[in-house]
């Protein structure tokens, strides 16, 4: 649910259209029609849904977790570790992450760290 898709190129995050969508990493799991690749934010399933993946919990608005570089560089390490091609297709999915994001470039004392780095969308506001 992010506002820019032009960032993905910049964070090396999934994108607007991902399971995780998030520019800021929150958490929020995103559902897709069976048979679509598309997927949409859902803070809470659609009743009768039932697509492989999608299956996640209802997500309490009030108590999302905010965005943590710890899981972020978890999650990175994860998926450059990824033994063949089908495995990181999957841990992209997983995690949301593509690529190391260019910001890694900087020094981290001239950024709030990635995924803080990067500016918030409407969904948290």
Not at 40 to 63: F, L, Q, W
Not at 67 to 78: E, G, K, T
Not at 95 to 119: A, E, H, Q, V, Y
Request: glycine share 10%; charged share 15%; hydrophobic share 30%.
């Amino acid at each position: 649910s992010a506002d820019g898709s032009g960032l993905a190129y910049l964070n090396g995050l999934i994108g607007h259209h991902g399971k995780n969508n998030c520019w800021l990493y929150c958490g929020v799991r995103g559902c897709h029609k069976a048979g679509c690749p598309h997927y949409y934010p859902a803070h809470t399933r659609p009743s009768d849904y039932n697509v492989e993946g999608c299956n996640h919990p209802n997500m309490d608005i009030k108590n999302l977790h905010m965005c943590s570089s710890d899981i972020y560089w978890r999650n990175l390490i994860y998926v450059l570790l990824s033994p063949n091609k089908a495995q990181y297709k999957k841990q992209c999915l997983e995690t949301g992450i593509l690529k190391p994001s260019i910001f890694l470039g900087f020094s981290s004392t001239c950024n709030f760290g990635i995924p803080k780095c990067f500016r918030s969308d409407i969904m948290h506001l």
